[in-house]
């Protein structure tokens, strides 16, 4: 029989505000279960999701449309828009900006910008290889670049899992405006995608891309990147095999193999991991610059 998994993955209840806050209230067990916040989470996360989002159906696609506007403006972009401002109206700005745009993108035919792009931004910007490529582009050249080089590799990744068949360029379950396809009903694409986001960011980080920094750019970096994509794609096959003896579901995999993503960026970005020592890939003048490289 598989076994249970610990963790509480229970799905989350449709509760009214004052339902939510009379559970809140009213809570005799122990606090440090937090089933006694529970009903207010799923409360706010709710109205947040219908009020910006489009409906109850809607959180991956509100999900997905603000990390690219974040990968936009932000990740690729170098927070061009406001990059004279102090931090606090940096944030402020950002913020007033993606809510916006995420309302008006998700509440329009448009309903998303598809996210599949991103385990690629996480393994070109931790290897370095998008940084190299764009070198010497002002904003938001760089930015626009970037973003088209991701969706034009992804539109390869496409073919690839189609012809292994993991990807059907005839569905369209979001949006009817797009028609990139979507993965399979089996899902694995899906987890590899999660395994990716987990993978692509912190390891080439942690790790100072060895062995990759003794072969120059891009050669380097493109190689770093490929054995990377292939590692996100063992790393899911084997994950697949634990569905029985450890997850209960495909479902339950999923939920484990998301947290990775918070950790891949938290573990270098927060901790600092990674990032303490600077380090040169060969042919490289000035650490995490590639501008003054011809």
């Not at 339902?19 to 937090?34: D, I, N, P, V, W």
């Not at 709710?46 to 409906?55: E, H």
């Not at 891309?209 to 084997?238: E, H, K, Q």
Request: net charge positive; proline share 7%.
């Amino acid at each position: 029989m598989p076994r249970k998994g610990k963790a509480d993955t229970a799905a989350p209840r449709w509760l009214n505000g004052p339902q939510a806050f009379r559970e809140f209230a009213t809570y005799r067990g122990k606090t440090q279960s937090a089933q006694h916040i529970k009903p207010l989470h799923w409360y706010i996360a709710s109205r947040l999701v219908i009020l910006i989002g489009p409906g109850a159906d809607g959180i991956f696609p509100l999900v997905g449309t603000t990390w690219f506007l974040l990968a936009f403006f932000c990740f690729a972009g170098g927070n061009f828009l406001v990059a004279k401002l102090p931090p606090h109206r940096q944030a402020l700005i950002h913020l007033l900006l993606f809510a916006g745009l995420t309302y008006l993108i998700t509440h329009s035919a448009v309903k998303w910008i598809p996210a599949w792009w991103f385990p690629f931004l996480l393994v070109g910007l931790g290897t370095g290889t998008l940084p190299f490529l764009t070198r010497g582009l002002p904003q938001p050249g760089r930015a626009i670049v970037i973003m088209s080089t991701l969706f034009a590799t992804a539109a390869l990744c496409f073919q690839i899992s189609a012809a292994s068949g993991f990807w059907d360029f005839e569905k369209s379950p979001i949006s009817a405006f797009w028609t990139m396809g979507h993965f399979t009903d089996d899902s694995f694409w899906l987890l590899c995608f999660m395994t990716a986001t987990s993978i692509n960011y912190a390891m080439p980080i942690i790790t100072h891309n060895w062995p990759f920094t003794l072969i120059r750019m891009p050669w380097g970096g493109l190689l770093a990147c490929i054995t990377y994509l292939v590692i996100d794609v063992i790393v899911a096959s084997l994950l697949v095999k634990l569905i029985g003896p450890i997850f209960s579901s495909m479902q339950e995999l999923m939920t484990y193999a998301y947290m990775g993503v918070n950790w891949s960026l938290v573990i270098p970005l927060v901790f600092g991991i990674g990032l303490q020592e600077p380090y040169l890939w060969t042919g490289q003048k000035t650490p995490g610059e590639w501008d003054d490289v011809a």
